[in-house]
């Protein structure tokens, strides 16, 4: 178990990856770095056993604004493991860079009472899929609110000309998680680690792309600084305390999180394993349009289109509902995207507003249902109660 005291208006800023190379620890001291130069009094919170941070935070030169160090031996150790953290009651900004080894069942030790909890990701299918394990278990065993606006992502090291870097973004665009920034790699972040730097305190002119970047991010977590903490953000799930408990929790996030799980490894395995399918970027659907669990878990699905090598069947003399069901609807600007799941084969469609699908069009949509109509016939699709899983469950 860890606990960070402090200050009551104590700050604290997690930043999380179970990978190592993400560049957590450049991003928490660039953190702690551009917190330190609005003036504020700053600790940095090393908790990585390499002690990176810390190494930065040494090489600071005097006339920067200091920084609290608190490496991982600065930290006391209970009889039954328990780490605890006392930081000094002038300090009310405090950056924690996270160790790679956090269990899910440790996670909610770092993210309770977390202003703002980052997750940085680079452009790589294991990077990819390992921030997808983290996000799942942030939101299902930490029980992370993503109403509360304070789970962000962040694009690390990318290079926009690179294939990679648009896997990553496709992958990005369908997360119900706020990106809240993509940065570049730079030789000026290696500049700024050597020199004991932050990127806000380079000379502009060197550094203005780098600039450009991070605005985004700063704004983000200024906005979660500025918000006051709720009963949802201070939550600790608790074990079970016998076996009986231990079997309903495991039953309540057994399917949600195989779900995930699920959802990633297919989206695994179309975006790298199937490189050449046409007008792929069309197909993507903001995750922010999600208004809906079902849209939620189906929208991965959502960019499997028609192509040259998928097998073309006439249906329009059929009803739509004898072959497919209602998965999820989503709101994408004025329209709506209603996702489809094929009753033999539980491949999915998705189609828009008013356009053509096997000879019927989507005429209304609500929040669990579609109405499709052709040649002054009208069907509507529901999303069964079987299938039917509300935000709740898992946020």
């Not at 608790?238 to 039953?251: D, N, V």
Request: hydrophobic share 40%; charged share 25%.
């Amino acid at each position: 178990m860890l606990k960070i005291d402090g200050s009551p208006k104590l700050h604290k800023i997690i930043v999380l990856n179970p990978k190592g190379g993400s560049g957590k620890t450049t991003l928490s001291f660039n953190l702690a770095g551009y917190l330190a130069s609005t003036g504020r009094e700053v600790a940095l919170i090393d908790m990585d056993p390499q002690g990176s941070s810390t190494h930065w935070a040494n090489k600071r030169p005097p006339e920067l604004p200091s920084i609290h160090k608190m490496p991982l031996e600065s930290g006391t150790r209970s009889r039954g493991g328990h780490l605890y953290f006392q930081v000094p009651e002038h300090i009310e900004y405090a950056v924690i860079d996270a160790p790679a080894a956090v269990s899910a069942e440790e996670l909610s030790d770092y993210t309770c009472g977390a202003h703002a909890i980052i997750v940085p990701v680079l452009p790589s299918d294991l990077d990819i899929h390992a921030a997808t394990r983290l996000i799942s278990q942030l939101l299902l065993v930490a029980q992370v609110s993503r109403r509360n606006g304070r789970l962000g992502v962040v694009a690390n090291r990318v290079n926009e000309r690179t294939i990679a870097y648009k896997r990553l973004m496709r992958f990005l665009d369908r997360l119900t998680i706020a990106v809240v920034g993509v940065l570049r790699d730079s030789q000026n972040y290696v500049r700024a680690a050597h020199e004991g730097r932050c990127i806000h305190e380079m000379p502009p002119s060197r550094v203005s792309k780098e600039l450009e970047q991070w605005a985004s991010v700063t704004e983000w977590v200024e906005r979660c600084l500025s918000k006051p903490l709720t009963p949802r953000d201070m939550l600790r799930p608790k074990a079970a305390k016998s076996s009986a408990g231990r079997a309903r929790r495991a039953w309540s996030t057994l399917i949600p999180i195989a779900a995930v799980l699920a959802i990633a490894e297919l989206s695994m395995l179309l975006w790298f394993d199937r490189p050449t399918r046409p007008d792929w970027t069309a197909a993507a659907a903001p995750a922010a349009a999600i208004v809906t669990a079902q849209a939620e878990v189906a929208a991965p699905n959502a960019a499997i289109e028609p192509s040259s090598e998928d097998p073309v069947v006439d249906d329009s003399t059929s009803s739509i509902g004898e072959r497919w069901q209602l998965s999820g609807v989503a709101n994408s600007g004025d329209s709506s995207i209603v996702i489809l799941e094929d009753r033999d084969s539980h491949t999915t469609r998705r189609v828009t507003t008013g356009e053509y699908f096997e000879g019927w069009s989507v005429t209304a949509t609500g929040r669990d249902y579609a109405v499709f109509a052709q040649n002054g016939e009208e069907v509507r699709l529901e999303i069964s109660a079987k299938s039917d899983t509300r935000e709740s469950q898992n946020d």
